[in-house]
Every structure is written in C-alpha cells, then in structure tokens.
C-alpha cells in the first residue's frame, strides 16, 4: 500500500506529506515526465493541455474523493463546482463537514506533482531558509531554526534572532510591528515576498546576544537537510550518563542515510536512552517513519506490529500491518523522550504513539501537546494537470489499535513532561528548556505533566501547519494561508 499510493501522515502537511516509495506511487498508475526543479511557487497547471480545463480538474478532484475518501458520509450528495474559482476552493468546500468536525483540518489538498517530488526526494526548495514565529504578543517576528545552506543563516540569523524590520531596500524598512498592525500577520507574508529564487528582502535583526545588523537576504534554492548538521544528532553528557539526541525536521528520503548513521553511532557507543525531538516536525513520508521505528526497534522482532494503516470499509483489501524490522544499525531504547509541540503532527505522531504499546512507562512527551492528526493522506496523479490530489483515506493506529488522539498525544502517551521552546539556547543543547526537561525524565527527576488541553487548531488552509499551530513557549509559528509542499512539512518555513 504504501509504494502504491504514496500514502502520507504529513503537515501539519504536516500535515501533510507523501508516502512511503519516494511519493511517485497513484492509484492511477506511476507519475512519469515531472522534472523537479525550483519549488518557489506553484506554476499554474496546464488548463490549454485537454483534459485540464478547470470543470475537468474539479469533477476530477470531486470523483477521487468519492472513491477514496476515509469520511464518504461527509460529502455533499452534490455540490455544483461552478461558483468555486480553483480546483483548491471546490476541494476545501467538498470537505468542509469532515473539517468541522475536526476529522479532516485542510488535510485533503491538491500539489503540483513537480514540487512535491523535489521536496520529498531530495529536499529541494527555495527561500531565505529560515523557520519564523510570532512571540506571545503577537506583534515580535522570531527565528526559531535557520537552515545550513540557505541565505539567512550565512547571513547571521540564526535561531534566537528578531526580525525587527522588513524592507525591499535599505531605505524602504518598514518595522514588524507597524506591518503586523497594518494588515495582520498576512501583511508579514506579503512583506516577506514569493518563494522564488532571487527574491530579495533587507532585514534589520537583533541577535541572540543584543547585537542589530542589517542584512540582504535573497530566496535561492538550497536542498534542506532534514538531519542538521550543526546539531541533528548528538550524544548529551548528564553527569555521568550519555543519551542520545535526534533532532528530525522532516520525513524526507535524504533523512534515511543521516538516521541511519546517527544510531548506527549511538549503538556502538552502547547507549540506550534517548531524547527525539520533534518539536516542529509536521510530518512527511511513512516510509521514513517506518525506519525511526526499525531503528528504534533493536529489541522488537519481526512478529511484533508498529502499526496498522486502515482503509474505508469497502477499501480494506488495501489494508497493510507493518511489522518491526530491525536493521543493523538498530539500538535497543530502555527509557525515550519525545519532545512535541502543537506543530508536531502526523508522520511524528505515528512514530510516538506506535512505542506506547512497547515502552510504557519509560517513555514520555516532552514539551507541550501535539497536534492530532491519526490518519494519512494517499497521492491520487493527474500527470497532464501537474496535479497530485492528497486524499484522506488511511486511519493508522498502534499495535494496541489506538488511535485516539485527533486532540493530541498529551493524553494518550503514559507520561509527560511540560516544557517550553527555549529560544536562548541552541536545539540539541543541555541547557535548554525542552531539552533539559527531557533529561530530567530520563534521569528520574521531576517534572509537571503537560495540561489537557486541546491541540493546535487549524483555522487555515495551512492544515496542521496553519498559523495556530503552536511551537511550545508562547511561539506561533507563521504560515501563509496556502502553504508550499514544504512548509506543510516544515512548518513556519520561508
């Protein structure tokens, strides 16, 4: 099933993502002749190619969901597409009872094919390369991660970081605040400009240590690393203790190589406790969240179960129970801390509930609640359209069949461990705030338990990457109203 349909557990995207096999498979037969390149905007689809016209696409898009859809109650008898301007506005408005619900939140959404596989293959995208928040003011542009290779972080702004100001020139710098109160936080993705390469913005930034400089960033295309480099995966040295550390910021195919290194690293050094940090993960391919769980999975066998992927009722001959497999890098975890966010979803979530089962009480979320989202995507191709239609259309539950948690893993995960994102503080680092917890929960010291309160909401077309999704310390990570394939996946990323 899952080199078939591509299926995702993605972004929030994450929400959203593809599924296991690269993301090429379609129930339509494999997508062929899309060359991946710049990702920094969506080409309008083809509509003079036959077969493309607008009403093709929508009664398109309308027939996948009727056959695919995990929620056929909720659709409309009939719904005429003619009022709806895009293939994207029909699909929102064929959805809308599942979203209301809170069963499907933005999660169904078309791509184009191109983009999606320069992502997911091989990280490709364009921008500053730059993760951004909002403080809890709401009125303070923050950087909570900065990529290696992109302009921003060449450019001295890194984690920690205030944008203050925002300008096409020197002379033209128009302060965050003044914008925010302006035209609200779309005016910051106005000001901040399109995802294309050559894109060009002065920003005046505070630094972590007090210091303002002024800088010309420009949007290039740069392949995200979804393991850093500076601080992916690390040992932590607590008293006279080593843990292991893994930072993953996106279930991309690239990730399986460093992942792979990085336990292969912790088991040869005998360690056996760990902190995994998906704090602003919003999912991606099952496929790569499969592999954390054989790696994770040194002391599973073969006979036990990860997860279950469930189809509809009358689909369920495409149902799949994916059973461990340990791989030679694999370790064997006695005691693991997952840090989470509202901005943790999907393809992250799978991997935390799926230890439940497994590790009980020596496992523990760290941070603040999760988002919610237990179900995955499948990619359905109209290659002539360059549109790839993600369907809701997959359930996935632990080996326990426990899936209960569409209001986030707080509850359902046996402890926890509430923290905040300390921007003070490098990721990866002994002394910040989610981290620190972490090892605090490994080392048997206290810690208070994360509230129940309800996961992020997405009150966008950003799906689980939308703007509410919170990062964990009062942040609001920002997220245009129609995020690109990455920033469902990265959320907060230009």
Not at 190 to 209: H, K, Q, S, Y
């Amino acid at each position: 099933m899952r080199g078939r349909f591509g299926a995702a557990l993605g972004v929030l995207a994450m929400l959203a993502g593809c599924g296991g096999g690269g993301g090429n498979g379609s129930v339509a037969g494999p997508v062929g002749g899309t060359t991946p390149g710049s990702t920094g905007g969506v080409t309008p689809p083809p509509t003079a190619v036959a077969g493309c016209s607008l009403r093709e696409r929508q009664d398109w898009a309308a027939a996948q969901l009727r056959e695919w859809y995990l929620f056929p109650e909720t659709l409309p008898a009939s719904l005429d597409p003619t009022p709806y301007t895009s293939v994207d506005d029909y699909i929102d408005a064929l959805t809308a009872t599942a979203r209301a619900q809170r069963r499907d939140r933005y999660f169904t959404h078309r791509e184009s094919i191109a983009e999606e596989e320069a992502y997911y293959n091989s990280g490709t995208t364009a921008g500053f390369g730059v993760r951004f928040a909002l403080d809890p003011t709401g009125r303070r542009l923050l950087v909570t991660e900065a990529f290696e290779g992109a302009g921003a972080l060449a450019a001295g702004i890194d984690r920690g970081s205030e944008i203050t100001q925002i300008g096409t020139t020197s002379a033209g710098l128009r302060p965050v605040s003044t914008i925010i109160d302006r035209e609200g936080t779309a005016g910051l993705t106005t000001a901040l400009g399109p995802d294309t390469p050559g894109t060009t913005r002065v920003f005046e930034f505070r630094t972590i240590d007090g210091t303002t400089r002024t800088a010309t960033v420009a949007k290039t295309d740069y392949t995200l690393l979804p393991v850093s480099s500076r601080y992916g995966a690390k040992v932590l040295q607590d008293g006279a203790k080593r843990v292991g550390y893994i930072n993953l910021r996106t279930f991309i195919t690239t990730a399986n190589q460093p992942l792979r290194d990085a336990f292969a690293g912790f088991r040869a050094q005998g360690i056996t406790e760990f902190v995994i940090d998906f704090r602003y993960n919003g999912g991606g391919l099952i496929s790569v969240a499969d592999l954390v769980g054989d790696l994770m999975g040194g002391n599973r066998t073969t006979s036990e179960v990860y997860s279950y992927t469930t189809f509809r009722p009358e689909k369920a001959a495409e149902n799949e129970t994916r059973y461990f497999a340990p791989t030679a890098q694999s370790v064997a975890p006695t005691r693991v801390a997952f840090i989470g966010t509202g901005s943790t979803a999907s393809a992250s979530e799978l991997v935390i509930n799926a230890f439940v089962p497994y590790l009980g009480n020596n496992m523990a979320l760290v941070g603040t609640n999760t988002f919610g989202k237990p179900v995955g995507q499948i990619a359905l191709d109209r290659p002539a359209c360059d549109d790839r239609l993600r369907v809701v259309a997959i359930a996935v539950q632990n080996s326990a069949r426990s899936a209960a948690y569409y209001d986030g893993l707080a509850a359902t995960v046996p402890n926890s461990c509430q923290a905040g994102d300390d921007l003070n503080f490098p990721l990866g680092d002994a002394r910040e705030a989610s981290v620190a917890r972490a090892l605090d929960f490994l080392a048997g010291r206290q810690c208070s338990r994360i509230g129940a309160s309800a996961s992020a909401t997405a009150s966008t077309r950003g799906g689980e990457a939308g703007l509410r999704a919170v990062a964990g310390g009062g942040q609001t990570l920002l997220q245009p109203d129609r995020p690109t394939v990455p920033q469902r996946d990265v959320p907060g990323l230009f």
